[in-house]
């Protein structure tokens, strides 16, 4: 095919739902058929280009100029459309905005800073994995999934710890309102006014402990990085990012842990692998499972002519599946080298939060490689559908002592 013929190449038409409940259920037989039909489909019910395959995923989320993120990284055109709260300004901004507090972000997650949180991150580690030793059989989700994350990173934030029963469902507001509006949406929204008034509150200074994260993004403040309202919408993108992810990177870690024997056995043997199998399970079964970008001008993806002020989805869980990238993409592989994965994104707008989300999987799974002796399901898992996160409601699990 000649370059002209190319640049000619129609978008596939997508016919089928990525947001239906059958496709969140099981969306990687979806993802294949799109990669093998065509690198960009177009869905009319949406108005929205998807893009499945790993080097056209990298390429869109690593332009930013052309794919920004300020219209938002929802289905939503915020040029259209008025978001649902007042846009994230890290996360659905572009630079120079963005460089400023994403800059401010980062400094609380530095290696100093890690290191320093890390002996309260492995006290409590090792504290739920004897809990669950000695429950022996446990819901993989509430009793364990849901219960290190909205523990550890709130501490650390400083948060109080009273009303942290907000933090799950304002997550689920956030990722389901990336997803069209469908019933699922709907739901999230139920308890919408509470559970918002819960977190602007908490997000001021004076909700907040004096030693903590949120600290830190405050003391920005005084040093003119940013304005005081810019440090509460900042605390506010720590508590929309920083546990829904974690929390079903868990459950999905579990599940992986808990259907791979062969890799639950090589992690029990070597749990120094703990940090790697964390990372193969955000390939393998990321929570994140796609943002948008809106294009800023008529630009050629895949072949594909794409004009100015659409809205394109990236798939990053189709591209950790891709097998133009990884060997046996549909394999759980603790000792793959797992380097540009996409389960934390790519580009400047990859996840910020990555160095403690990392600690809190390693503390957690090298616990439980240390002293668990046998992990398996002991019932059905139940899925909890979200528009793009990938989560289990329910996962009945049986574990051994070492
Ligand atoms: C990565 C992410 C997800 C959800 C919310 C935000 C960020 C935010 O900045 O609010």
């Known amino acids: 095919m000649t370059q002209t013929e190319k ?26 058929a799109m990669r093998e039909a065509g690198p960009v489909h177009y869905s009319s019910r949406y108005d929205c280009y998807f893009v499945v395959r790993h080097d056209d995923v990298q390429r ?24 649902w709260r007042p846009p994230s300004i890290v996360l659905e901004a572009d630079p120079p905005l963005h460089t400023r507090t994403r800059t401010v972000l980062a400094r609380t997650m530095t290696p100093g800073v890690v290191r320093q949180l890390r002996e309260t991150f492995e006290r409590e580690a090792e504290l739920l994995i004897d809990r669950m030793l000695d429950m022996g059989a446990f819901d993989g989700i509430a009793d364990f ?63 907040l402990s004096k030693d903590g994260l949120g600290a830190m ?11 005081e309202d810019e440090a509460g919408m900042l605390v506010r993108s720590f508590l929309s990012a ?70 394109i989805c990236c798939f990053m869980a189709s591209a950790n599946r891709d097998p133009r990238r990884w060997n046996n993409p549909d394999t759980f592989d603790i000792e793959r080298k797992v380097v540009g994965h996409m389960g934390f994104g790519t580009g400047i707008h990859g996840c910020v939060g990555q160095p403690i989300a ?41 574990v051994t002592r070492k």
């Open 358 to 398: 990392r600690l809190e999987g390693e503390a957690v799974f090298a616990a439980l490689a240390r002293k668990a002796g046998t992990i398996e399901l002991a019932g059905e898992p139940v899925r909890q559908y979200n528009n793009v996160l990938r989560a289990f409601a329910s996962l009945p699990v049986r």
């Open 242 to 311: 920083g546990v829904d992810t974690t929390v079903n990177a868990f459950g999905n870690m579990l599940w992986c842990l808990a259907t791979f024997p062969d890799q639950w056995r090589k992690l029990r043997e070597n749990p120094g692998l703990a940090r790697n199998a964390f990372e193969e399970s955000l390939r393998f079964e990321g929570p994140a499972q796609c943002f948008f970008r809106t294009t800023m001008d008529d630009v050629e993806v895949g072949g594909v002519q794409i004009g100015a002020n659409e809205k």
């Open 145 to 207: 999934a849901e219960i290190y994350p909205t523990k550890v990173f709130p501490d650390a934030v400083g948060l109080p710890a009273k009303g942290r029963e907000n933090l799950l469902p304002y997550g689920s507001m956030v990722f389901n309102s990336f997803g069209p509006r469908n019933a699922l949406t709907e739901a999230a929204f139920a308890n919408a006014d509470a559970v918002r008034g819960w977190i602007m509150a908490n997000c001021a200074r004076d909700a």
């Open 217 to 227: 993004i405050y003391a920005a403040v005084d040093a003119g990085e940013v304005s």
């Open 7 to 32: 640049a000619l190449s129609k978008p596939v038409q997508l016919d089928i739902d990525p947001f239906s409940i059958a496709a969140l259920g099981d969306p990687y037989p979806l993802y294949r």
């Open 60 to 83: 869109v989320l690593g332009e930013w100029r052309t794919f920004s993120s300020a219209a938002g990284v929802g289905l939503a055109n915020f040029n259209k459309e008025r978001p």
